[in-house]
């Protein structure tokens, strides 16, 4: 795990606008959003639905893109980069978390988190399989590893999705909705292994509805008709100093 650096900044958003058509007219779905993530923290977004909090991930990840201003995520402006360049830079720097767990049905959770790591070729082919395992016991599931995605429960799943999220050992983990098709208990469970991992040096940004959940989110960012209506942060968090 990357050590933590006092305020490096992981993400910087600046005078975000998205804007759509809808037919004839032209709405506006994020007004001038503005803010700063450092290394090492842990953030949810939250507010009504439609009001944005999606679109403004899929902005972060490079999977869309503002119809102005900049952001800029591990050093890079995604804005500017091209679809084959977002895709690598995403592969190694980005883990991103699906309300649905999106694993690939056909392969086992152990293929599924091999997969990052057949497209980065950040580890040799060699490595690959054992650091499959290795994160595959990070999230409890080593026992499960042969299994596929459907033999196994959704709060399985999901972990296993958060072990492939880790597979190339991105600096960002961004979750939409990541605990929004689990009971509670796994809910609460799936939470404190974020917890654990930015506790270990990871930034973590994720939408969530689960009022519960946010409440123990140490900065809270709230959405509402597409500006940024609170930055709250709930709890202070002492960063470990680099060496
Ligand atoms: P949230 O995550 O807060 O529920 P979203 O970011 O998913 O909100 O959506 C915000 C609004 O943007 C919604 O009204 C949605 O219908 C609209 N929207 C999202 N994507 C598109 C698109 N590709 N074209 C037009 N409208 C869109």
């Known amino acids: 795990m990357s050590a933590i650096i006092p305020n490096k900044t992981i993400i910087q958003v600046k005078d975000i606008v998205k804007k759509y058509e809808v037919g004839?007219?032209?709405?506006?779905?994020?007004?001038?959003?503005?803010?700063d993530v450092h290394q090492g923290e842990f953030v949810s977004i939250v507010g009504p639905s439609g009001n944005g909090k999606s679109t403004?991930?899929?902005?972060?990840t490079g999977i869309d893109r503002p119809s102005a201003g900049d952001i800029t995520v591990t050093g890079r402006d995604v804005n500017k980069m091209s679809e084959n360049q977002l895709a690598g830079w995403r592969g190694e720097n980005v883990g991103i978390i699906f309300q649905f767990f999106q694993m690939l049905p056909a392969l086992s959770l152990l293929?599924?988190?091999?997969?990052p790591m057949d497209f980065a070729n950040k580890y040799t082919p060699k490595e690959r399989k054992a650091r499959a395992m290795s994160l595959l016991e990070l999230v409890g599931l080593a026992d499960q590893a042969d299994k596929l995605p459907s033999m196994v429960s959704g709060g399985q799943q999901q972990r296993a999705a958060i072990a492939r999220a880790l597979a190339n050992d991105p600096p960002l983990l961004v979750g939409d909705e990541p605990t929004g098709n689990l009971d509670s208990r796994t809910a609460a469970e799936v939470f404190d292994l974020f917890s654990q991992l930015v506790d270990q040096g990871k930034t973590m940004i994720m939408v969530t509805h689960d009022k519960e959940l946010a409440q123990r989110v140490p900065r809270r960012i709230e959405i509402v008709n597409g500006?940024?209506?609170?930055?709250?942060?709930?709890?202070?968090?002492?960063l470990a100093v680099a060496n």
């Open 111 to 115: 293929q599924n988190v091999i997969l």
């Open 227 to 238: 500006r940024i209506a609170r930055d709250d942060v709930l709890q202070q968090k002492s």
């Open 24 to 35: 004839n007219n032209e709405v506006t779905i994020l007004k001038s959003i503005s803010f």
């Open 56 to 60: 403004l991930l899929n902005m972060i």
